[in-house]
């Protein structure tokens, strides 16, 4: 599973924690119920059809 989010700058405010996720986005990832599990983040500058496509429902065929 994967999930896109906006980071912002508050938090987390615990000790060797990277980043917090809203409930939608943990509950997407499956991690809802366990409230903290190792993740993999991938930071995207430029936009890539996978990522246009979790943005706003674009195929990546329909990508220009």
Known sequence: SFVV???N???PY???RVLDL???AANRL???ETGIERVFV???T???PEYAYALN???PEEFP
């Open 30 to 32: 499956g991690i809802l």
């Open 22 to 24: 809203s409930r939608g």
């Open 46 to 48: 430029k936009m890539t």
């Open 5 to 7: 989010v906006r980071v």
């Open 9 to 11: 700058d508050r938090g």
């Open 14 to 16: 615990r000790k060797h």
């Open 57 to 59: 429902g674009v195929l």
């Open 42 to 44: 991938s930071i995207e």
